[in-house]
């Protein structure tokens, strides 16, 4: 078999400078093995009509979602010790989204899993979809994701899930939102980063309330061992995307409705 071409850069998990390898986004064994497209962002901007957004077409990957971003020690230890709990967790959300047929009634189903190593794998995502420079900023997220036994996410950090019931993906590094509560004339800031690929959406938030539309706070699955098994009977709501706007999870239906009135 052809060796995979490599890049040279930072890894954006230790930092350290040399050949960088494609990492899925998520891991290639969590559905990730399809072409993919990301529509340009300047076509987005431009479309007159938010109904054209199915019509865009853009930049395709053959090998799935996912970039240059980890040097080859942190690729393949991460994926070692998190990649195929993750995948564990990934196929028993989109079986439970393919039984619900989109119906936006929230049950609490029952997850298996390890759940240490789970967010363990989704931090290190959130490594991948920002610049080199979000380690800089949270060394304590990078020791958690390098060091497989460390427990407890850093205090100023939460991450949400949501299940995904959507043909589309998106992915943003960290971005800022400010929300005015017509009621109270409350202005709230949230500070984030997003990763959406079916069956879920995640939302890593900084310092910062949780995300506008509901989500389940899954935080608490870095308090187990990394060999502590649990099951947990998750309610995590339904969202949907069609907007390329990080943490704009409305539906078409809902977005087609707004643009008019
Ligand atoms: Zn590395």
Redesign the pocket.
């Known amino acids: 078999m052809p060796k995979p071409p490599t890049r040279m850069g930072h ?1 954006h ?4 400078f040399g050949k960088l390898s494609f990492e899925h986004v998520p891991p290639e064994s969590a559905f990730n093995n399809q072409k993919v497209v990301t529509p340009d962002a300047k076509k987005v901007f431009e479309l007159r009509d938010l109904d054209q957004l199915k019509n865009l077409t853009g930049k395709q990957s053959q090998r799935g979602q996912g970039g240059y971003t ?2 080859e ?3 393949s230890l991460t994926g070692h010790w998190y990649g195929s709990n993750y995948a564990a967790w990934a196929y028993q959300g989109a079986d439970y989204l393919r039984r619900s047929n989109g119906c936006k009634t929230q049950l609490a189903y029952p997850y298996h899993l390890l759940p240490l190593r789970v967010i363990k794998q989704i931090a290190c995502m959130f490594f991948s979809v920002n610049s080199p420079q979000f380690r800089e900023a949270h060394p304590e997220l990078e020791r958690f994701a390098l060091n497989k036994e460390a427990k407890h996410l850093p205090p100023h950090i939460r991450i949400y899930v949501g299940y995904l019931w959507s043909d589309r993906s998106r992915a943003a590094g960290v971005t800022g939102s400010m929300q005015l509560d017509k009621t109270s004339g409350v202005t709230r800031m949230r500070v984030y980063s997003e990763i959406s690929f079916p069956p879920f959406s995640y939302i890593l938030s900084l310092n910062s309330a949780a995300p506008e539309h509901d989500m389940l706070d899954i935080t608490f699955f870095g308090n187990y061992g990394y060999d502590e098994f649990a099951t947990l009977q998750l309610p995590i709501p339904m969202l949907s995307i069609y907007t390329p706007f990080p943490g704009d999870f409305r539906d078409r239906e809902t977005v087609l409705q707004q643009s008019q009135s």
């Open positions: 890894c998990l230790c930092g350290g980890l040097c020690r942190c690729n």
